[in-house]
């Protein structure tokens, strides 16, 4: 079952439980993606990332309870040969994916609040 992101749970796994250090792999638009976690603030934050098809990227997702809700903020960053030979293109992409995955948990958050 593919998400908006075109992640599907059959193509992601962990070499492990979720810690500093782990591992996940997972397949996204015809490439495969290995990233390792690099911090976590159980509940608060997960700061992950690592090299993939010419891009190293860095991704942060934070969570801060307001007014009884939770507040989701995610950051990205990509480097690399392809993110420098079409910067407006690779950074066109990285929003829309952004977007994307915030949409999708937008939706889920709200179809379990009901």
């Not at 070499?15 to 015809?30: E, N």
């Not at 090299?51 to 009884?68: K, Q």
């Amino acid at each position: 079952m593919a998400s908006c992101t075109d992640i599907s749970t059959a193509s992601a796994s962990s070499d492990g439980p979720l810690a500093v250090g782990s591992v996940f792999h997972w397949s996204t638009f015809g490439l495969d993606i290995d990233f390792t976690v690099y911090a976590i603030g159980p509940g608060r934050r997960i700061l992950w990332g690592g090299p993939a098809h010419g891009i190293t990227g860095v991704h942060e997702w934070t969570f801060t309870e307001r007014d009884g809700r939770t507040v989701v903020q995610t950051a990205e960053s990509w480097d690399g040969e392809p993110v420098r030979a079409d910067r407006d293109g690779m950074q066109a992409a990285l929003e829309g994916s952004l977007t994307a995955w915030l949409t999708h948990r937008k939706q889920a958050a709200e179809n379990a609040s009901r």
